[in-house]
């Protein structure tokens, strides 16, 4: 990931290569569905950008030989995708790490949304009663299915504090050594 106008952001060469298919491939996929990359979610390198990558590419810890490896030459500067890009371009492109990629959001996405409407129905409990705790709890477990196959920490413990108007619902997920 590089950092490019305050953004993370990563270039379409190597998103070409973390979506298995050819820049060039890339980019007229991006040209043929335009209206669907808004602003922020892809940008070109202006010419400033692009003279400040190749410096940071040529002063990295890559050896002389990885450097002169490099596509130094290019025709144009490269586009950049922020998060939102490469989720997007995942639905237009048809490779099968992109197809896996389109599941996994949507799956994400609705694992999010069922979260949202148990959190949405917690409120409509009563404070402490066992409804609430066993709504809590599910709400919990959905959270930590989310985000623990994320987590590179051997062990962890994850607080969720909700402050929703007169009720506060935290909810700890500890898991030891796996």
Known sequence: MLTIRNQQVLL????????GVETKALNQAVKRNAERFDEGYIFQLDTHELENWKSQIVTSNLSKEEIAGLKMGLRRAPYA??????????????????VRATKAII???AK???????MEALQTEK???????????????KLAEL??????????????ELNLA?????HEVKQGKE
């Open 12 to 19: 379409d060469r190597d998103v070409a290569a973390l979506y």
């Open 147 to 160: 985000i623990g196959d994320n987590l590179s920490t051997v062990s962890r413990k994850t607080t969720i």
């Open 127 to 141: 404070a402490g009663s066992p409804e609430q705790a066993n709504m809590l709890t599910r709400a919990g477990h």
């Open 107 to 109: 799956e994400t996405y």
């Open 81 to 98: 995708f922020t998060e939102r890009g490469l989720y997007m371009l995942a639905t237009v492109l048809n490779s099968d790490r992109a």
């Open 112 to 118: 999010v949304r069922s979260m949202v409407r148990d």
């Open 166 to 170: 007169l009720l506060k619902i935290t």
